[in-house]
């Protein structure tokens, strides 16, 4: 997955690569037989152009609730409550859409357990640090640069894995990381050179990039509570999110904000916000059908020519004039992620295939 779009349900998936099936998503191989190649590139291509659309048009429609001149809504804690809150609600909809049958009947039933929403807390708080520094980042900085911003997830989850679990980078992932690093910090200079460069979104696109790597060291942790479903998963943190961000608007006083917004009786306005939740759910849905009809290391290089194609769009979207050195940082920082991603898929490629592994040292390689 693109660094530049890993946010709630998609980074679940992501990180629960391995956990329990998905009962919205079709089942593996069973018995018959395989369908024809042309049926089967059909379908790829129908479901990685799905992905593309729906995490696209997030991207943007989030940029327009954010810092649209138009719009002028300064509540991107509210934005992100209301996506929470609608994330929680299609998951509770669906559960109790389970006696309907298809495609619904193998979802799990939802109900709010205390006990349960205490042990997910921890995961609950990093999740709001993640999709609230998300949104910020993407407030600050242009679509266009919205990559190159967030682009460090990938040397954090190195010197996380490092730190926190002992595990060590071979040599040419450590070179992809620093490919990564050298885009990103050209990519900075860039924008400070065209006059168009945010620190404060720099700084919580770093804080992005580094909650994302702990959401998915957390999400392994709480997993087990939850029974190793994700949907009970993301109704809990969800629903956790909503709550703790109530103090957290009253603190910012977006509640004043809201009340003096000249648009908050609009059906357009909330037609908007709707749409950008149910597209904020809908890509861990887009997502997984990618993983499962395509492979990991697949979904990853889409997502990373996804990213460029996102980039491309926001630069003739909104008209801008780019430098050679600009677009340079962002083929670095695309080329770095494509990197990483090759290498460790060789890496892991060779540990399954090493009859000496056990299968605890496959699992933690994966991991």
């Known amino acids: 997955m693109s660094k530049a779009q890993l946010t709630r349900t998609g980074i679940l998936r992501m990180a629960l690569g391995g956990g329990a099936a998905d009962p919205l998503l079709p089942a593996e191989g069973g018995g018959g037989r395989r369908a024809p190649f042309l049926l089967r590139a059909l379908r790829i291509a129908v479901v990685v152009c799905l992905y593309w659309f729906t995490s696209i048009a997030m991207v943007f429609l989030n940029k327009y609730l954010l810092d649209s001149p138009s719009l002028r809504l300064d509540a991107p804690l509210f934005v992100t409550f209301f996506q929470c809150a609608l994330t929680a609600a299609l ?11 298809p495609p619904c009947s193998g979802l799990p039933t939802l109900r709010l357990d205390p006990k349960v929403s205490r042990s997910v807390l921890p ?8 999709v609230t520094s998300n949104n910020l980042c993407l407030k600050h900085v242009g679509v266009a640069f919205y990559n ?36 990103f910090w050209l990519g900075v200079d860039q924008e ?4 168009t460069l945010s620190w404060t979104g720099i700084f919580f696109g770093i804080l992005a990039s580094l909650c994302v790597s702990l959401n998915a060291i957390y999400t392994k942790k709480v997993l087990p509570v939850v029974d190793g479903s994700i949907w009970r998963l993301t109704f809990y943190n969800n629903v956790n999110a909503c709550v703790l961000f109530f103090p957290l608007m009253m603190l910012l006083g977006e509640f004043r904000t809201l009340y003096h917004f000249d648009k908050l009786v ?16 809908a890509i861990g849905y887009v997502t997984g059908l990618q993983i499962k009809f395509t492979s990991p290391l697949t979904h990853n290089v889409s997502g990373t020519a996804k990213a460029c194609a996102q980039t491309v769009l926001a630069v003739i979207y909104f008209e801008e004039t780019k430098s050679f050195l600009w677009w340079t940082s ?12 090759w290498v460790k898929g060789l890496e892991m490629r060779k540990v399954q295939e090493d009859p000496n592994v056990k299968s605890g040292e496959r699992n933690e390689t994966g991991v």
Do not use: D, H, P
């Open 91 to 101: 998951c509770l909809g669906l559960s109790l859409g389970a006696a309907c049958g």
């Open 123 to 130: 995961l609950s708080a990093v999740f709001i640090g993640m």
């Open 148 to 183: 190159v911003g967030r682009s460090l997830t990938t040397v954090f989850n190195v010197l996380l894995s490092y730190l926190l679990l002992k595990q060590t980078t071979s040599l040419y992932a450590l070179l992809a990381c620093g490919v990564i690093i050298g885009g």
């Open 192 to 195: 400070g050179a065209e006059g």
């Open 266 to 281: 609009s059906l357009s306005f909330w037609g908007v916000m709707t749409l950008g939740g149910v597209f904020g759910f």
């Open 330 to 341: 962002n083929l670095m920082v695309l080329g770095g992620s494509f990197a990483y991603t």
